[in-house]
């Protein structure tokens, strides 16, 4: 693997595209829904693997924050962790 591929910083062969610093501005507006994706944002994540797998991931943390909050209530598992807990303290 080319060492040179692992960094899109270096690479100014796209004039109009953002750099990864400025496409991770954009990226958590984004998410938060204070902006829609522009042509810049949307080009930068096509050329640029990293910053789409980090525009993934954190859309996809976003909507399960989201429905967790709308649940209003302990996942069972974790409820269970914290009485297994209790219970060994007790011992
Ligand atoms: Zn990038």
Request: hydrophobic share 30%; proline share 3%; with cysteine.
């Amino acid at each position: 693997m080319d060492a040179k591929d692992m960094n899109c910083n270096s690479d100014q062969s796209h004039e109009h595209s953002y750099t990864c610093d400025e496409c991770m501005n954009v990226l958590h507006m984004v998410i938060d829904k204070e902006t829609d994706a522009n042509e810049e944002f949307k080009q930068h994540l096509k050329d640029c693997l990293p910053c789409l797998e980090k525009y993934n991931l954190d859309s996809a943390i976003k909507e399960v924050l989201a429905k967790k909050c709308d649940q209003h209530e302990p996942p069972q598992k974790l409820v269970h962790e914290i009485k297994d807990k209790i219970f060994n303290n007790v011992e």
